[in-house]
């Protein structure tokens, strides 16, 4: 005699978009972190190699800036030829290479460049000096990546990847894609069973210039694509989150430059990070049609503590609006 198989309920379906360099891969991280029990040995392993290959990019881009400014690095050529050699593809940083990190890192020459207001936004983009900060630690060979490493460790993302936990009593699946311009193209051919769209754009993105498109800026591509989003018929009924990013790099970074001469319909207190930051929101909120539902929040995704509140208020969200489609009843608890 048989039985019937209880059919389970189909998971509900989030998709992080995005441009490049916002963050969309860190909440992924924090997602497996916070629900999956975070990350095994190999995992670990890979994210070493990772953070190896970052504070060398890091350090070669730091030598890239010292030769725009015509400095003479003449005598730190062996240290220099260490990273120009790409000889971390390996991803291994041997005694030698921690070494020459740590004498250009801090050289004076390199102390002076790293004051600077641009790079350091780059550093801070990089997580650079986090990186150079616990070099000794990170680069011992019995190290084991730790979540704090793991969430600053920057990779592209090439295609898709998913992950699915249990949020009490739903599957939830979320699904990162790429951010760069290649792979916004493959995002209409993944997103069609979308139940929400949660947007990743950083608020340090304001000032940086586009390298693909020198006369706009980061946030301006961010805003175009967002933009070119929300008109998808594909995507016009999918619940909406915008995430405005890297809250705690914009507060150092708006006391570089008068906000208001970047933006001079800004008329809100240039010193202020909350006046400016819902300034850059309302700028994304404007685009979208009258009685269009959006939750928004300011994060710093590489904070996991600050980011578990935060987690729980857009997945009750997804879960209230998922019942609403439904035609259920919501009273805020499961």
């Not at 690095?73 to 990190?101: I, N, P, S």
């Not at 000032?207 to 995507?235: C, G, W």
């Not at 999918?238 to 319909?265: R, T, V, Y």
């Not at 729980?312 to 209230?320: C, E, G, R």
């Amino acid at each position: 005699m048989g039985c019937c198989a209880t059919s389970q309920p189909a998971p509900i379906v989030v998709m992080i978009l995005g441009t490049s360099c916002v963050g969309k891969t860190t909440f992924f991280k924090q997602l497996k972190i916070l629900h999956l029990n975070g990350f095994n040995d190999e995992e670990t392993g890979h994210y070493k190699k990772i953070m190896f290959s970052n504070i060398c990019s890091g350090i070669a881009e730091l030598i890239f800036v010292a030769e725009q400014k015509k400095i003479n690095l003449g005598k730190y050529e062996l240290e220099v030829k260490l990273f120009r050699d790409g000889a971390t593809e390996e991803g291994q940083l041997d005694l030698e290479h921690v070494q020459a990190a740590k004498t250009l890192w801090n050289a004076k020459e390199f102390v002076t460049i790293r004051q600077d207001a641009e790079v350091k936004t780059m550093l801070n983009e990089g997580n650079l000096e986090y990186f150079m900060e616990n070099i000794d630690q990170i680069s011992k060979p019995d190290y084991y990546a730790q979540n704090e490493d793991i969430v600053r460790c920057r990779q592209r993302t090439v295609g898709f990847t998913q992950l699915e936990f249990q949020y009490e009593n739903d599957i939830i699946r979320v699904v990162d894609l790429g951010g760069h311009s290649s792979e916004q193209k493959k995002w209409d051919t993944i997103t069609e069973n979308a139940h929400s769209i949660l947007y990743l754009a950083s608020l340090t993105h304001y000032n940086m210039p586009d390298p693909y498109h020198p006369k706009r800026t980061k946030l301006e591509e961010s805003l175009q694509v967002f933009d070119e989003l929300i008109k998808k018929e594909a995507f016009k009924n999918c619940g909406l989150i915008i995430f405005l990013n890297k809250e705690d790099l914009f507060k150092n970074q708006i006391k570089q430059k008068k906000f208001s001469e970047i933006f001079p319909d800004f008329d809100g207190d240039d010193r202020d990070p909350e006046d400016c930051a819902n300034f850059i929101k309302d700028l994304y909120l404007s685009l979208l049609p009258d009685g269009r539902e959006c939750f928004t929040h300011f994060t710093c995704v590489v904070d996991t503590k600050i980011m578990e509140n935060i987690i729980s208020d857009v997945m009750s969200w997804i879960l209230k609006r998922n019942l609403q489609d439904m035609g259920l009843y919501y009273n805020g608890t499961m």
